[in-house]
């Protein structure tokens, strides 16, 4: 077989097997190094290699129809979500390649797709998007993309269900919990610029849904904001997106309680970190970043918070950082013990405790990331999308 259609039999395999797998698994690595490597075969053969996938069954490559992959109907399934057209550079790296393929396969997962606008956002050896009605042998740099019109609902779903099945006593879906990290992720990329689609709350009870995902969105932001790699943001985004999850063996009148906790209640509530790891340790024993994070989220620098203990202990930076980010989602949401607080007013907020609650490091990079981010934050509710408003004056936060 020529070195085109074994790459696009061996794609189809890597978006079988990734859906399948959680990232690291020995399987995905396998299917990447092996697509990875039919790549450069290609990228041997032809310097600038180009597909165009024109719905029906119909593949184009270097503007010849691939009549062996006439019956390949992956070709529908990528032109349906924006990938009319796909090109690498000889630039291309594997770690592109699987982000390529992590975004494919969180578009066939949204439920809102539209492919009319928007832009590829970085410049990478990998090139997609739409065929022009002209100059069709090449992509423009601003191609245009599929966008995500922002309905975070079926991942606000997964959430719920998520919950359900911990409070129900069965193991932790893990699955479940990469693919709405993966769709965060998308839709914070999804735009020219860096997108934060912050959850607004509707019901005082879904708090702890749109809570989760926002943390996760908003570590996963940090994450990326501080450098880090797409591999570690993406493990952040699952510890900020279970590290509350401990609240599922709180009872219910305690968790949404308007007025204060008596101590023994703030026990019981303070349970909630030792509570979560243990939930996530039992079910996914390799989630151990995430059980960390879970712990240590409500421990301040100074070795105040809960929960406490005798000896110094140095949190880990993912803590730390789901720590500022849990603290700024906790403080713009209305509670039912207080109204939301202005953006400025927590990030003032966050500035004075840096080095005392917070990392005085990571404290200073979250605001100067929300200060320069905030046109680009959007609060997601059902079908539509609004600017950030913060509002009103408030108490001391002890939450998160
Ligand atoms: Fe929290
Ligand atoms: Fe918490």
Partial sequence: MSPAPQFLHSLAQALSTLALYPEGHVSRERVLDNLYQRLRDLLAEHRHPVFSFLGGDEVVYNDLPLREMRTWDW??????VGIQRLQFDQTVVREELEEFLDMVLARLTLAHIDTSEA?????????????????QDHLREDAAMATIRFSLEDEADAIRWIHGELV?????PLLEAEAVVRSLSVAMHGEQQIMVPLLRLREFDEYTTTHSMNVSVLTMALAEWVGMGPRDVRSFGVAGLLHDLGKVKIPKDILNKSGRLTS???QVMNSHPAEGAKLILVSQPDLDLAAVVAYEHHIMINGGGYPRFTYD???HQASRLVHVCDVYDALRTNRPYRDAWASDKILAYIEERSGVEFDGEIAHGFTRMIREWEPGMVEVASESVDLLQGAGPADPPDEG
């Fill in 75 to 80: 070709s529908r399934r990528l032109a349906e």
């Fill in 119 to 135: 832009r590829q956002t970085r410049p990478t050896g990998i090139r997609y998007g739409l065929i022009g009605v002209e100059g």
């Fill in 168 to 172: 129900d006593g069965r193991t932790l």
């Fill in 264 to 266: 023994e209640e703030r």
């Fill in 313 to 315: 202990r140095v949190c």
